[in-house]
């Protein structure tokens, strides 16, 4: 039995077999942003909050798809499906929300299919002989304790990369819990800095947030720029980014702290990241309107 096409019919199979591709490249890429459970006292680790207001600013951003999930590990992992990049906002160390279970083995998987990770602030915290190692693979480093330190400090970034993720962004001062001294991997390799800066000798001195130190690498280190933002493409095709600001929910506020997590967002999306960065506006309303209800817990 033979079957022949006419020659308009043929015109529009090969029409629509050219259109494809077309289509599939319109597909939005779906983020998945994943806030931890409640932590601190008011105004710190808001990350049910920190979390919304990045949905709020990328809520209309062409070609993103967003899967908000609040309070801890999404309960159906049916939302990692046709993920393009997670983000994991929340407290971090032995509680990490990636380590508990079988989670690790988990994200595995979506690596090694080129999904992004982007982590943020205690969530770059990982144990050494618990997703350290995963951790670099994955976003290049993590905070590894009594290595890297945790002092209350603002530093001044002045100069970036030419990277996407610092696409727009403006010299800028937040004071934070800025994270440094990462473990990252060994030589750096692959591992671009974003956010760098140079902190003083009173900041290496300490005191840390926790444990106090000051620890004798950190103190020897002096003079030594360091990376609070940075940025890994993996041989996987996936991308990771780690950050460690976040601490103060009050810098969210701040449009060139926020431009920066938004374009690494979109980034580990495999979205362009335009010239200018990603633009949004966050009101004082905005920055109320998500907060838990932590009572008086200080």
């Known amino acids: 039995m033979s079957f022949l096409l006419s020659r308009?019919?043929?015109a529009g199979v090969a029409a629509a077999a050219m259109a494809a591709p077309s289509l599939a490249a319109d597909k939005?890429?779906?983020?998945?942003l994943i806030a931890g459970t409640p932590s601190?006292?008011?105004?710190?680790?808001?990350f049910n909050a920190g979390v919304q207001?990045?949905?709020?600013c990328l809520k209309n951003y062409p070609g993103v798809e967003l899967s908000v999930n609040l309070s801890g590990w999404p309960r159906d992992e049916s939302v990692f499906d046709g993920a393009a990049g997670i983000l994991i906002y929340a407290?971090?160390?032995g509680g990490h929300p990636a380590v508990q279970k079988d989670r690790l083995a988990f994200l595995g998987v979506l690596m090694k299919k080129g999904v992004g990770l982007m982590c943020a602030h205690y969530g770059v915290e990982v144990l050494k002989d618990k997703g350290g190692k995963e951790f670099q693979d994955w976003i290049g480093g993590y905070y590894e304790h009594e290595f890297s330190c945790n002092p209350l400090w603002k530093p001044e970034f002045k100069e970036f990369p030419k990277h996407p993720i610092a696409n727009g962004v403006k010299p800028f001062a937040t004071e934070d819990e800025w994270y440094f001294n990462m473990r990252f991997r060994p030589e750096m390799k692959g591992v671009t800095?974003?956010?760098t800066a140079t902190p003083t000798d009173k900041t290496r001195d300490g005191p840390y947030v926790y444990p106090r130190g000051p620890y004798k690498h950190i103190q020897e280190a002096k003079g030594r720029a360091e990376h609070m933002m940075w940025a890994v493409e993996r041989e996987d095709g996936g991308r990771g980014v780690g950050f460690t600001g976040g601490h103060f929910h009050s810098n969210w506020k701040n449009d060139e702290y926020r431009k920066a997590v938004l374009n690494a967002l979109v980034w580990i999306c495999?979205?362009?990241v335009p010239k200018d960065g990603v633009e949004s506006s966050v009101s004082d309303l905005d920055m109320k309107?998500?907060?838990?209800d932590k009572g008086k817990k200080k």
């Open 91 to 93: 407290d971090g160390g």
């Open 40 to 46: 601190h006292g008011p105004g710190m680790h808001e």
């Open 289 to 292: 309107a998500f907060l838990d």
């Open 28 to 32: 939005p890429k779906k983020l998945v």
């Open 53 to 56: 207001i990045l949905a709020k």
């Open 193 to 195: 800095g974003i956010l």
């Open 270 to 272: 495999k979205l362009d």
């Open 8 to 10: 308009r019919e043929f």
